[in-house]
C-alpha cells in the first residue's frame, strides 16, 4: 500500500483517541507503528475465502497447532452463568481425539474479580471509560483483547476469541491456515449491501468492499500476534462507528462485528470462512459435523413441535430469559418434532448444570 494508506490506518488508530480524555493514554500506549503493519496475503496460497478455505487445504500441516480459548466476558449474572456452561464443556472436550484446543483464560473486561477466578482461569482486565461503551457491553472486547495481549503471558501461538454462549459440541481442531486466520461468516454481514458506511473507514484506495469478509470477531481463530496488530484498529473503528449516528443506526448490536471485519481488512487480512465452525438454533437444525453452539437465538415452539418465531411458543428456551441468575436446573425437553439442534441443545444445557458445583452460585 502506498503512504496515503498508511497515513489513513496510522490516524484511524489514533483519531478516535481525541475524542474522550481517557482513551488518549489508551492509544498512545498500545498503537505502536509495529502494530501498523500490514500482511501480504502473497504466500502462494491458492485463496477464495469466500467459497471455504485455501485449496491446498488438504495438504495442510500434520503437526498439532494448539490454539488458546480466550472468552470475554462481564461479571453480570447473566454473563456468569454462561461463562460457567461454555467453560463446562471446554473441559469435556478439550482433551478428545481431534482437538486441539490449548489453554484457557477468561478475559473479565469489569475492572475487578468476582467469584468465578476460583472455577474458570480468569485475567482481569479494564472496561472503557465510563460512557464510552454506551451501554453496549461488547465495545469492550476489542480493548480487554488489547490489554490482555499485551499483559499475559500466552503458550500457544493461536487464540480462539469466543463468547459465553458458545457450547463446545465436537472436538475443535485449529481452523486457521498459517497467517489465514479461521471466522464463521455471518449472513448478516453484508459489507457489500452496506458500501456507503463502510466507505467511511475503509476507503477506496484500500481495494474493493468485498475484500471485508462477512464475519464478527467470534469465533475466530487467529495467530496470536496478528490479533495483536489488528485489535487496536478494531478498538478504534468500534468507537468511531459508535459515535456517527449513521452508522450505529445501521449496525446496531452488530456494530463491533463490522469492526473487527473492517480493522481486519485493513491490515490486509482476509479469513478461511468455515460454515462448519458453528450453528445457531432454531435456524440450524442438526448439530452433525459443527464444532460451536451459539445459543444467541430464542427457540419458541408449540406443543406440536412448530416454530413459533416472533411469538412467545408453549416450549421455549430463550437465554434472555435469566438476566437476573442462573438458569435453571433440568430444564423440561422441547416437544416432539422440535429439530435435534434444539433437543442437543437443552440437553447439553442440562448436563453442565447438573454438574458444575454450586450452580446457584453463578449470581
Known sequence: MGRASLLFLLLLVLGSSFATYNVVTMIMRYSSSQNLAIHSMDDGLLFDPIIEMPRKMKNRRTTRAPFHVALTSTDAPYSKWQSRIMYYWYKQKKNLPGSEMGGFTRVLHS???????????????DPLPPGLDRGIYCLNRPWAFVQWL????????????????????????????GGH????????????????????YYPEEFGPVT???PIGNSPVIIKKDLLAE????????SLMMKEDPETDNAFGWVL??????????LHGVRHILRKDFMLQPPWDLETKNKYILHYTYGCDYNLKGELTYGKIGEWRFDKRSYLQGPIPKNLPLPPPGVPESVVTLVKMVNEATANIPDWDSSS
Open 230 to 237: 489488528i485489535a487496536p484498529t478494531w478498538m478504534n473503528v
Open 211 to 213: 475484500n471485508i469478509d
Open 150 to 177: 499485551q499483559q499475559a503471558t500466552i503458550e500457544e501461538e493461536y487464540v480462539l476469541m469466543a463468547e459465553p454462549d458458545h457450547i463446545f459440541i465436537n472436538p475443535l481442531p485449529n481452523l486457521a491456515y
Open 181 to 200: 486466520p479461521a471466522a464463521f461468516p455471518f449472513f448478516y454481514i453484508r459489507p457489500d449491501q452496506n458500501e456507503k458506511i463502510v466507505r467511511k
Open 256 to 265: 463491533e462485528m463490522y469492526a473487527y471485519a473492517i480493522a481486519s481488512a
Open 111 to 125: 475492572g475487578t474479580a468476582d467469584n468465578l477466578m476460583d472455577e474458570i482461569p480468569t485475567v482481569v482486565v
